[in-house]
């Protein structure tokens, strides 16, 4: 049963990657293609609930030696770190203007996880940073928010969660990888981790947290990815 659980739960994430996946943005059959998004979605969430098990922990020293680094700008974006700001906003008690110094005083979390990307590979790092519910307590996300956008400064990525999965203790704003200060080829100064989803849902180089309460898109997505992308 757990065998069968996961390839029902991996067919459903790869339905909608298959074809735009090989380039194929669908033609004809674009309008059948987004039409099985919301009942693939269902599914996912049906096999794969947001608030489900934690994944799990990987032992220490389990890191890998080599960690791809992709962005979608023409070169790797950067920032200096010294005038970066997250703007937290949307459906907020308290909009929120945070700089690094910020999120490094607030409570941190330190997560040793497996990484999951759409083209196969996987990679095991250590992610320290700020929880995203602990950011939506910081602001007082109103609960009748219903989804997140994330934002970033690399040439207008971005991706939308739904709130569960976005507010799930292994979901965080990382500024550190591997016992160091995030580098740029990984989202510096601050990006979106956790592997509830396949890596492209994982924001890099992070600039805002909107708490809106609709479904929205995102960069991907938007080009016919899976929305929700559940692992």
Known sequence: MPERREFLKRAASMAALAVTGCGWNGGPLWPLLRAWDRPNQWLQRALAPPGGPRARIEPPGSESAAFPQYYVSPAMPRVDPRIWRLEVGGMVQRPLSLSLSDLAAMPRVTLRLRHYCIEGWTAVA????????????????????????????????????????????????????????????????????????????SVKYLTGVRFVPERTGGYWEDRGYDWYASL
């Not at 928010?145 to 970033?152: E, L, M, P």
């Not at 979901?171 to 592997?195: C, D, F, K, Q, V």
Request: net charge positive; hydrophobic share 40%.
């Open 126 to 201: 250590s992610w320290t940073g700020v929880r995203v519910s602990e950011i939506a307590r910081a602001a007082g996300a109103d609960p009748a928010a219903g989804f997140v956008d994330f934002r970033s400064f690399d040439a207008g990525y971005w991706s939308s969660w739904d709130r569960e999965s976005a507010l799930h203790p292994q979901s965080m704003i990382a500024i550190g990888m591997n016992g160091s200060w995030l580098t740029p080829g990984h989202g510096a100064p601050a990006r979106l981790y956790s592997n509830l989803k396949y890596g492209y849902k």
